[in-house]
């Protein structure tokens, strides 16, 4: 039979190993980044510079944004997503910048995810959202003169998009495997 002391010892040593390897996981985002640290991880991840915005929606499994200057010359998106498991946060899934997103409205729909991103520069000045279940119209204000990104249920129902004119705005599928 081992000393109590021995004992004692070993599994305050397994436990300070299982709390360095935590902490060396925690670290390098190997379990997610924190949704209060998504901004700063965009921003030291995606070299965006500080006089950029950043804005976007989080939910409890997708998170979108949009990043760009004043003057909405260029622009920057980011998808991450809160894995099933043994996830403490959110992974960077995609992002960079591409025309659908600049002149557009692109649908990113992620494989095993039950939510999808909506991400435009807003060039067609979209003034609102509006989300038919079949039952209700839910509609959704939106700043015609700013970007966005939202995030909604797959199943949400019919999605549309109307710019200040109240003509429909169509948005392409950009399926990320």
Not at 63 to 71: E, K, L, N, T, V
Not at 89 to 118: D, M, N, P
Not at 122 to 145: A, K, P
């Amino acid at each position: 039979m081992q000393h109590p002391g021995k004992l004692t010892k070993m599994i305050l040593g397994v436990l300070l190993a299982c709390i360095v390897f935590a902490g060396f996981l925690w670290l390098n985002n190997d379990i997610g980044v924190q949704k209060s640290r998504l901004e700063a991880d965009i921003r030291s991840s995606q070299k965006i510079k500080p006089d950029w915005t950043v804005d976007g929606t989080v939910s409890d499994t997708v998170a979108a944004f949009i990043s760009y200057p004043g003057d909405r010359t260029d622009h920057t998106f980011s998808v991450y997503v809160n894995r099933p498991g043994l996830s403490f946060g959110y992974f960077f899934r995609s992002g960079g910048s591409l025309e659908e997103v600049e002149t557009g409205i692109a649908e990113f729909t992620l494989e095993g995810y039950q939510e999808k991103a909506f991400i435009s520069m807003n060039r067609q000045q979209v003034e609102r959202l509006e989300v038919d279940d079949g039952n209700t119209v839910q509609v959704t204000r939106i700043d015609s003169g700013k970007p966005f990104a939202i995030v909604l249920p797959v199943n949400a129902g019919s999605i549309a998009f109307y710019d200040v004119d109240g003509n429909t705005v169509e948005f392409g599928e950009r399926p990320l495997s």
